[in-house]
T-cell receptor, first 112, second 113 residues
Framework: QKEVEQDPGPLSVPEGAIVSLNCTYS??????FMWYRQYSRKGPELLMY????GNKEDGRFTAQVDKSSKYISLFIRDSQPSDSATYLC????????????FGPGTRLSVLP | DAGVIQSPRHEVTEMGQEVTLRCKPISGHNSLFWYRQTMMRGLELLIY????????DSGMPEDRFSAKMPNASFSTLKIQPSEPRDSAVYFC???????????FGSGTRLTVV
């Protein structure tokens, strides 16, 4: 079992839909979680950064962490064609001096 | 800030040649990471440095790969000799104490023929 798992997709949704992207993990020590968006032929860019369990909202994006289930989610409201990208989750047990483990990514396509 | 700067953006080389990839992290960041990304294996950590010191190089695939960080503003990843299976996009990322996540460069797309 890989340390961090994501459905690779592709996930296709119509413009305006609510998108749910998810990651599961096996290491109960993880408590710092990130979501990255990567456009084709570009480097990943940080979308959301959360600590421990709970929700965090930023505009159309909401990150949820459920440590008891070892499950994290990223919701995108009112999805736009410009949201079409690969979304990677990443997590770590420490905020300092420790590598974040990345999931393989989910490819999202928002159709106009 | 100009962000994390990588060079070259693209590199095409023949098998057996030496390849050197370069990275300039964001000023003030004290951790630097080298990743490799392929369709098959996703984003893989090769090596990371804290305060210019290599902390974990367990992801470096073979002795053909080496990385250095002679100072806080520069790092290199060298492949010698290169092989076709090294073809991938290589990313450099930096952070300050992990806070606010990593900032990635635009990557170097390496093709070994």
């Amino acid at each position: 079992q890989k340390e961090v798992e994501q459905d690779p997709g592709p996930l296709s949704v119509p413009e305006g839909a609510i998108v749910s992207l998810n990651c599961t993990y096996s290491n109960s020590a993880f408590q710092y979680f990130m979501w990255y968006r990567q456009y084709s032929r570009k480097g990943p860019e940080l979308l959301m950064y959360t600590y421990s369990s709970g929700n965090k909202e930023d505009g159309r994006f909401t990150a949820q962490v459920d440590k008891s289930s070892k499950y994290i989610s990223l919701f995108i409201r009112d999805s736009q064609p410009s949201d079409s990208a690969t979304y990677l989750c990443a997590m770590s047990g420490s905020n300092y001096g420790q590598n974040f483990v990345f999931g393989p990514g989910t490819r999202l396509s928002v159709l106009p | 800030d100009a962000g994390v700067i990588q060079s070259p953006r693209h590199e095409v080389t023949e098998m057996g040649q030496e390849v050197t990839l370069r990275c300039k992290p964001i000023s003030g960041h004290n951790s630097l990471f080298w990743y490799r990304q392929t369709m098959m294996r996703g984003l893989e950590l090769l090596i990371y440095f804290n305060n210019n010191v290599p902390i974990d190089d367990s992801g470096m695939p073979e002795d053909r790969f080496s990385a250095k960080m002679p100072n806080a503003s520069f790092s290199t990843l060298k492949i010698q000799p290169s092989e076709p299976r090294d073809s991938a996009v290589y990313f450099c990322a930096s952070t300050y104490r992990g806070g606010n996540g990593y900032t990635f460069g635009s990557g170097t797309r390496l093709t070994v023929v």
